[in-house]
């Protein structure tokens, strides 16, 4: 298992950033590739960014490529998404995922969740 939670959700102004956190238990964080996920209002859950094990290769969706980046510090055990010049497209639930499955785009290729942070940006 591991539970993943994250924080750092919120109410901001196109343009503004945020970092949102992913703090995960467990030694198996540190083998697990990481990602992030949104689901926006009445929309599908749709990928964002990934990372590998060692945090030496990303990936982006094109909709946030230069805008987001994402992180992580294994010996924390939590993944980062750092958001910049954020846009009301952001506003979506934000959720982290783990998995064995390297730099997946897809839900499938990730077998542990977590509940999810919202983020609002107001324009």
């Known amino acids: 298992q591991v539970p993943l939670v994250e924080s750092g959700g919120g109410l901001v102004q196109a343009g503004d950033s945020l970092r949102l956190s992913c703090a995960a238990s467990?030694?198996?964080?540190?083998?697990?590739?990481m990602a992030w996920f949104r689901q926006g209002p009445g929309k599908e859950r749709e990928f964002v960014a990934a990372?590998?094990?060692?945090?030496?290769?990303?990936n982006y969706a094109d909709s946030v490529k230069g805008r987001f980046t994402i992180s992580r510090d294994n010996a924390r055990n939590t993944l980062y998404l750092q958001m910049n010049s954020l846009e009301p497209e952001d506003t979506a639930v934000y959720y982290c995922a783990a998995g064995s499955y390297v730099l997946g785009l897809e839900i499938k290729d990730y077998a542990y969740w977590g509940q999810g942070t919202p983020v609002t940006v107001s324009s």
């Open positions: 467990g030694r198996t964080f540190r083998s697990a590739s």
């Open positions: 990372i590998t094990r060692s945090g030496g290769t990303t």
